[in-house]
């Protein structure tokens, strides 16, 4: 009988998530190995890299709270963000937008529109729904934080 796939928990989601939203300095992802590394030295808890890749994908779903304190120091977010959907969707969005402002083209386009008027905000904010959509529809999916366009891309999207 073939073992399946165990359904991720929320928890294992929300640990999940800020693998993919948290980024190292050098704007790479976290290994498991740095993270369970970094917890285990930070703080003396036993934490392989292993449990850690259990906890990811649902495997394990009752860790100490010892654990979820490492993971939560290491990744600078509140302890809560594990137990409170409400406060982690929060904190998630919030890593998001970090992690967007990361990208030199967003930042500098948020930096831009610093001392607009909320009109000239909503117009701003109207142009880029417009842009958005006309992406969409012709199959252009949306760059990760700190992807560039190749330059002939760049080119034909301004002539």
Known sequence: MAETEPTPSSLSRK???LFR???????????????????REATGVSFSTTYLWQLRTGRRN???????????????????????????????????????????????????????????????SDLIDVIAVREAAAGRS????GESPPAAEARDDRG
């Open 62 to 124: 009752n860790p100490t709270k010892r654990h979820l304190e490492a993971l939560a120091d290491h990744f600078e977010v509140p302890v809560a963000y594990f137990f409170d959907d409400e406060h982690g969707a929060k904190i998630a969005a919030e890593i998001e937008l970090l992690g967007a402002l990361r990208d030199a083209g967003v930042r500098s386009v948020a930096l831009r529109a610093v001392g607009l008027s909320s009109e000239a905000l909503g117009t701003v």
């Open 15 to 17: 640990i999940d998530g």
């Open 21 to 39: 939203l948290a980024r190292r300095p050098d704007g790479l992802p976290f290994s498991n190995e740095e993270v369970a590394t970094a917890c």
């Open 142 to 145: 949306a760059r990760g934080a």
